[in-house]
């Protein structure tokens, strides 16, 4: 079980490294899957893994001033989206106080999360034949980042594909860019997330040594990603996208199923 954690968090995050998305998105869904921790568990873990990923990455892009990072835009989404990220856990926490079950809440977090992830799959496959825009205003930018952080929070996916949607059609970034833009917003939200978590001891059980090795995985991942990433082109990387959303998507259809069956009537 404990090899089980430490590979979902390094394969995942290797992906995540690549394509930006964080990892979350399919570390997420996974633990619901293999059903190994409980809903507010997988979501702190998950969300912790994609904080150490997201540090690497991002850390290592800015050091080597290689990345691609859009400060002047990059830095009012991430304030923007760690406000969301409050907001987002703050909508968590009400939606678990009213919830009749835990099966209910994970059924709302998946149902979400598969409305997102296909409207990002058609936008994706669609996106050659739609115009971006170029949002260069900072209110604007920290507006679109907090819509962006209080849905990464609530769902517990830490950041998601749909950042990618919004930088390429608000801001015109390939996907490379994009990737890179995305794990420094990440980074932001997922900062101020668990220092809230941490604030209003809202932090869920869960064994310490499954932090570790979902951490050492995140870390991991992200070393092997970052440079995985360096060899490939933004073609490569759209394929590897659209593969994970179309893995994710499945996974959200069976956890969808199984949470409704098992959430009272």
């Known amino acids: 079980m404990a090899l089980l954690f430490f590979l979902v968090s390094f394969g995942t995050s290797v992906a995540g490294g690549i394509c930006g998305i964080g990892g979350g998105v399919i570390i997420k869904p996974v633990l619901d899957f293999w059903g190994i921790a409980s809903v507010a568990a997988a979501s702190f873990l998950s969300g912790c893994t994609v904080l150490s990923m997201s540090f690497y990455n991002v850390g290592g892009n800015l050091a080597g001033r290689s990345a691609g990072i859009e400060l002047r835009t990059g830095t009012p989404l991430a304030l923007g989206a760690a406000a969301g990220g409050l907001l987002g856990s703050r909508l968590f926490s009400w939606l678990w106080s009213f919830a009749p079950s835990e099966g209910a809440v994970g059924a709302v977090q998946s149902i979400c999360l598969l409305i997102l992830v296909l409207g990002t799959l058609i936008y994706t496959l669609k996106k050659s034949s739609i115009r971006p825009h170029q949002v260069r205003n900072p209110a604007g930018c920290a507006v ?25 059609y608000f801001f015109a970034m390939e996907t490379k860019r994009a990737a890179a833009n995305s794990l420094y917003i990440i980074l932001f939200s997922q900062i101020v ?6 604030l209003t001891s809202s932090i869920p059980e869960f064994q310490p040594q499954t932090l570790a090795l979902m951490v050492s995985g995140g870390i991991c991942g992200g070393v092997l990603g970052r440079r995985l990433s360096k060899q490939m ?4 990387v759209d394929r590897l996208f659209i593969g994970l959303l179309v893995v994710i998507i499945a996974i959200c259809l069976y956890n969808t199923g199984r949470y409704l069956s098992f959430a009272p009537a």
């Open 144 to 168: 679109i980042g907090l819509g962006l952080g209080v849905f990464s929070s609530f769902l517990g996916i830490g950041g998601g594909p749909f950042n990618l949607v919004v930088l390429h």
């Open 193 to 198: 997330n668990l220092l809230s978590l941490c």
């Open 233 to 236: 082109d933004n073609e490569t």
